[in-house]
T-cell receptor, first 107, second 115 residues
Framework: KNEVEQSPQNLTAQEGEFITINCSYS?????LHWLQQHPGGGIVSLFM???GKKKHGRLIATINIQEKHSSLHITASHPRDSAVYIC?????????FGTGTRLQVFP | DAGVIQSPRHEVTEMGQEVTLRCKPI?????LFWYRQTMMRGLELLIY????????DSGMPEDRFSAKMPNASFSTLKIQPSEPRDSAVYFC?????????????FGDGTRLSIL
């Protein structure tokens, strides 16, 4: 069993839909990171959180430390949100990555 | 501010050749990470440095891989001799401190193809 599990692996949506990507982890962490990678592109850090909720534009990330679970929500999705979203958990210095969720948003 | 700078962006070479990937971290960042990304295995940590000192190289696949950080503004990842299974995208990332309280900043990656 992987230490970081994401679901779903693939997700398609129509423009405007509300998107939720889930991440569960089995190790102790000091922070959880959500990353975004566009096709053929680099990796961008979206959020780093250790408790509660963070919001940036149409993106919202939440974490429940007791349940070892985090969600990434995208409101009013847009085709430019199409990317791979990667959950990673940090313990001291290193990150452990999930396998990513490939999101495609169609107009 | 300039981000993490990697070179080259693309590298195609024949098996057996030496490959050197380069990385310039963000100025002032104490941590530097080398990752490899493949379709099969996703993102894998190869090695990371703290203040130019290698801390954990347990992810380096074998002796053909080596990494150095001679100063705070430059690191290299070398593969010698290269093999087709080394084909992947290699990312360098840097952060101010440990990932517990700082985000990592990634370079654009080097897409390596070994023929």
């Amino acid at each position: 069993k992987n230490e970081v599990e994401q679901s779903p692996q693939n997700l398609t949506a129509q423009e405007g839909e509300f998107i939720t990507i889930n991440c569960s982890y089995s190790v102790g962490i000091s922070a959880l990171h959500w990353l975004q990678q566009h096709p053929g592109g680099g990796i961008v850090s979206l959020f780093m959180l250790s408790s509660g909720k963070k919001k940036h534009g149409r993106l919202i990330a939440t974490i429940n430390i007791q349940e070892k679970h985090s969600s990434l929500h995208i409101t009013a999705s847009h085709p430019r949100d199409s990317a791979v979203y990667i959950c990673a958990v940090g313990d001291t210095d290193k990150l452990i990555f999930g396998t990513g969720t490939r999101l495609q948003v169609f107009p | 501010d300039a981000g993490v700078i990697q070179s080259p962006r693309h590298e195609v070479t024949e098996m057996g050749q030496e490959v050197t990937l380069r990385c310039k971290p963000i100025s002032g960042h104490d941590y530097l990470f080398w990752y490899r990304q493949t379709m099969m295995r996703g993102l894998e940590l190869l090695i990371y440095f703290n203040n130019n000192v290698p801390i954990d190289d347990s992810g380096m696949p074998e002796d053909r891989f080596s990494a150095k950080m001679p100063n705070a503004s430059f690191s290299t990842l070398k593969i010698q001799p290269s093999e087709p299974r080394d084909s992947a995208v290699y990312f360098c990332a840097s952060s101010l401190s440990g990932v517990g309280n700082q985000p990592q900043h990634f370079g654009d990656g080097t897409r390596l193809s070994i023929l």
